[in-house]
C-alpha cells in the first residue's frame, strides 16, 4: 500500500468514527465528546474516561487505546484488522466504547 492508499483509508475510518459519534449522540443517552486534531481523534464520554484513535503514518496503521489495553490495525484490503488477529477495528471500538459508556452503543464504517 501506498502512503495515499493508506491516507485515503485512514481518513475514511476517522470521518466515519466521527459521523457515528454524531449519529449515536442524536440517537441516545450517550454523551460523547469527540475532538479531532490532525490524524488523532479523542473520543470523551459522560463519566471522563477516554478512546484514542491515532494514525501511525509510516507504519500504514491506525492505533486505538482504550480501558482494555492498545491495539494496532492495518488495511487488508477490506477492513482495518487487528495486527494480532483479535478482530476487526469498528467491532473493538464498539465493544469499547460500550464499555467505557455504559450504554450499548455501535460503530459502524
Keep these: 500500500m501506498t502512503d495515499l ?5 485512514a481518513e475514511q475510518l ?3 468514527v466521527e459521523l457515528a459519534c454524531d449519529r449515536i ?3 441516545s443517552d450517550a454523551d460523547i465528546d469527540n475532538q479531532r486534531t490532525g490524524g488523532m481523534i479523542t473520543l470523551v464520554f459522560a463519566n471522563r474516561s477516554q478512546i484514542i484513535i ?11 487505546a482504550a480501558r482494555s489495553g492498545g491495539y494496532h490495525f492495518r488495511w487488508d484490503g477490506q477492513h482495518w484488522a487487528d495486527t494480532k488477529g483479535q478482530g476487526e477495528f469498528f467491532q473493538r471500538l464498539t465493544q469499547d466504547a460500550s464499555t467505557q459508556s455504559g450504554l450499548a ?5
Design 54 to 64: 491515532n494514525l501511525q503514518k509510516p507504519l500504514h496503521e491506525v492505533w486505538l
Design 14 to 16: 476517522l470521518r466515519a
Design 5 to 9: 492508499e493508506f491516507l485515503d483509508h
Design 25 to 27: 449522540n442524536d440517537e
Design 105 to 109: 452503543l455501535a460503530f459502524t464504517a
